[in-house]
């Protein structure tokens, strides 16, 4: 048997083995605004339900391990005491990973990751439309638990409204927990969906996504590509150079077969497969070919 004390390894290897061994962990995607009101948007897997009378959640907000800075969530919340967590579902599941992306201060990931923001109303912060179950929060208490990089910072929150969305009801008004469809967080790249199993979710690029605020419109308003679609090809450090396209084409045969005719949505149908098979460099191609 592997025995650990924590003190005598990297906190980032601490860090490794208690979320790969702690989990599944439920998304607290946390919306958040500052006293000038910029947004921010960020997921966050140290999380759960504690009480019922009062509704009480709580999540926790780290220090980066890296350099021991704090997250703009973190300093939102110290500022307005307020937060709307939303519930990550399977269909929102690549949006919510890619506005885990470190934007500069001041950068709305809503408009990054593609989702819709929804006016609260009881709190400041904007709920997310997509979003299955939306709880409006103020923050009773933050209790630091350290002050080097990788401590938490326990947001405890007190849900004062909850809206849920009439699609994932029941004939009695409950919760269904298929139609619901939540995911939850594993180590790693690898989440879990509730009712299939295990999926991989490919790390937002430290270099960061171009977002899907910045991918081309003709795209962005496919009837065929979904918002996790979006958000994978938003996860991309920059779009194919003219000439990486052109020696695409040329290169490929059934592309240029695919490319004759005038159905584009056939075009993007092919794309989202090689989206699914995690092919998304040569599906931006495919969709950028003319």
């Known amino acids: ?5 924590p003190k005598e390894i990297s906190t980032a290897k601490l860090h490794s083995y208690l979320l790969n061994a702690i989990a599944p ?8 605004i500052d006293n000038k009101g910029k947004v921010n948007l ?15 959640m709580i999540f926790s907000v780290n220090r980066r391990v890296r350099d021991n800075t704090t997250k703009h969530t973190l300093e939102n919340i110290l500022q307005t005491n ?10 929102i599941v690549h949006q919510a990973s890619l506005s885990s992306t470190e934007y500069p201060k001041g950068v709305n990931e809503f408009i990054k990751s593609g989702l819709t923001m929804r006016k609260s109303e009881v709190v400041k912060p904007y709920r997310v439309a997509e979003s299955p179950v939306q709880f409006e929060c103020k923050v009773n208490e933050v209790i630091a638990l350290g002050d080097q990089g ?35 967080r594993m180590g790693g790249d690898w989440y879990t969906r509730a009712r299939e199993g295990m999926f991989e979710v490919p790390k937002p690029l430290r270099s960061k996504g171009i ?7 003709f795209i962005r308003n496919s009837n065929t590509l979904t ?57 931006w191609k495919l969709l950028l070919a003319k």
């Not at 977002?211 to 419109?217: H, L």
């Not at 990486?244 to 077969?257: L, P």
């Open 150 to 184: 990788g401590a938490g910072n326990l947001i405890i929150a007190e849900v004062l409204k909850i809206h849920i969305r009439p699609e994932v009801l029941d004939e009695n008004n409950a919760i269904d927990p298929l139609k619901i469809d939540l995911v939850a």
């Open 227 to 283: 918002g996790n679609d979006l958000g994978r090809l938003a996860n991309v450090e920059r779009l194919p150079l003219k000439q990486e396209v052109e020696d695409y084409i040329s290169e490929n045969m059934k592309v240029r077969e695919l490319l004759s005719g005038d159905d584009r949505s056939q075009v993007h149908q092919r794309a989202k497969e090689l989206i699914e098979q995690n092919k998304v460099v040569e599906a």
């Open 25 to 32: 962990r439920p998304i607290a995607f946390a919306s958040t």
């Open 1 to 5: 048997m592997l025995t650990i004390d």
């Open 42 to 56: 960020s997921p966050f897997s140290f999380f759960n339900v504690y009480s019922s009378n009062p509704p009480i």
């Open 82 to 91: 307020q937060v709307v967590i939303n519930i990550v579902d399977h269909t």
């Open 211 to 217: 977002g899907v605020d910045q991918i081309p419109e």
